[in-house]
């Protein structure tokens, strides 16, 4: 705020100096805990732990996926497939060494079953494709070489790497928090060209453990 003027008299400093300074540092103090405020509801509560956890009983070993608050679209999505069995026997169907392993399409083939709605993507805040987080996967468009917009329905893949590349693309919605291991010696299995493992790796089991 500036000063009112006045051609009359010169204007005192004595009354105001101080209450200017001091007004001036309350604002500033109010903008930074809105401001921080804010940065946690954007960003923070989207890596906050929702309390509910995924076991995956795979062939090779289990994979326990803690599931994230802020992707509440996704996150019901998946928990729903679950308990509908709909990953149960399913397998691995893409590998690929130090990238990600893919999985949850009961079909198998990598295309995906058209009877699964698909869902919105949950991009916003600190999504990032970190190695161990989960995400999920979407049609491929040939032509822009891009994921197409709000395409997921069941598949998911798991991060071997830190993929920043898919951070625009894919929604984020979990990080394993057991059997890491498990998601490395599955990701050593033989594949062929088109990155499709030469044996099955089966997902025998998903539930909800929390």
């Given at each position: 705020m500036s000063p009112r003027r006045s051609n009359r008299r010169k204007i005192s400093k004595k009354p105001h100096s101080k209450k200017l300074p001091l007004a001036i540092?309350?604002?500033?103090?109010?903008?930074?805990?809105?401001?921080?405020?804010?940065?946690?509801?954007?960003?923070?509560?989207?890596?906050?732990?929702?309390?509910?956890?995924?076991?995956?009983?795979?062939?090779?070993?289990?994979?326990?996926?803690?599931?994230?608050?802020?992707?509440?679209?996704?996150?019901?999505?998946?928990?729903?497939?679950?308990?509908?069995?709909?990953?149960?026997?399913?397998?691995?169907?893409?590998?690929?060494?130090?990238?990600?392993?893919?999985?949850?399409?009961?079909?198998?083939t990598g295309y995906g079953d058209p009877s699964i709605p698909t869902i919105q993507d949950e991009l916003g805040g600190d999504n990032q494709n970190l190695y161990g987080t989960v995400a999920m996967a979407k049609k491929f468009d040939s032509e822009?070489?891009?994921?197409?917009?709000?395409?997921?329905?069941?598949?998911?893949?798991?991060?071997?790497?830190?993929?920043?590349?898919?951070?625009?693309?894919?929604?984020?919605?979990?990080?394993?928090?057991?059997g890491m291991n498990v998601v490395y010696a599955i990701s050593q299995v033989a594949t062929d060209a088109n990155d499709r493992p030469l044996f099955g790796v089966t997902l025998i089991d998903a539930e909800i453990i929390s």
């Open positions: 540092g309350l604002l500033a103090v109010t903008l930074i805990v809105i401001v921080a405020v804010t940065m946690f509801y954007v960003l923070g509560t989207n890596n906050t732990p929702t309390g509910d956890r995924v076991l995956l009983k795979t062939s090779m070993g289990d994979i326990t996926i803690q599931l994230r608050d802020g992707r509440p679209i996704t996150t019901s999505n998946f928990m729903n497939l679950v308990q509908n069995g709909v990953y149960d026997g399913t397998i691995f169907h893409r590998i690929i060494p130090g990238v990600l392993i893919q999985g949850g399409d009961p079909t198998g822009t070489g891009k994921s197409v917009p709000n395409s997921a329905s069941s598949q998911f893949f798991i991060n071997l790497a830190d993929n920043h590349d898919f951070d625009a693309e894919y929604s984020v919605f979990g990080d394993v928090i057991s």
